[in-house]
């Protein structure tokens, strides 16, 4: 089965004319959620890189079992507050992200994984932050990409990959 297949489509939610892509379907699905996992491991498995980042926290559930499948280490990219230690933070949109400071050293290559790519907001944001540290992205990894908010033109000088399309 088609791991499309597996994800619910709510129509008018959270808004009127928006259709949601409800990923808690196809994490249920235990095939379906190592499917998913293995393919968006299998779509970095030519990039050299040291790092996972992922931002919480939908982030999280694919980001961590992908460092662990390749042997990587894992960086939580949090909300504003959320993290202890000192911090580098980036604004986007209404939002504050942060890492810590320490997490990342210069001259290392990172990969972004998040499981939905839309105006790529997000993804820029920790981009701009991971080139602050001295550091460099060299590839993003997504579940879903929704093809049509063209997200990847905000990332173009990064590789970016998706498992699934919505056009």
């Known amino acids: 089965m088609d791991l499309k297949d597996k994800i619910r489509s709510i129509e008018d939610y959270p808004q009127k004319g928006v259709i949601f892509r409800d990923i808690t379907t196809l994490l249920k699905d235990a095939e379906g959620l190592k499917d998913a996992v293995d393919a968006i491991t299998a779509s970095l498995a ?13 982030g999280f559930i694919f980001g961590m079992p992908v460092a662990y499948n390749m042997g990587k280490g894992f960086v939580p990219v949090r909300k504003a507050g959320k993290l202890p230690a000192e911090t580098i933070s980036k604004e986007y949109g209404t939002a504050t992200i942060e890492i810590h400071k320490d997490a990342i050293k210069p001259g290392q290559k990172v990969v972004i994984v998040d499981d939905l790519m839309a105006t790529g907001g ?9 080139e602050e540290m001295g550091a460099e992205v060299v590839a993003s990894a997504f579940l879903i990409e929704l093809d049509f908010l063209n997200g990847r033109k905000t990332l173009p000088d990064c590789r970016v990959e998706a498992v699934i399309h919505y056009e």
């Open 46 to 58: 030519d990039v050299s890189f040291d790092l996972v980042l992922s931002p919480e926290s939908r």
């Open 122 to 130: 997000t993804a820029k944001a920790i981009m701009e932050m991971v």
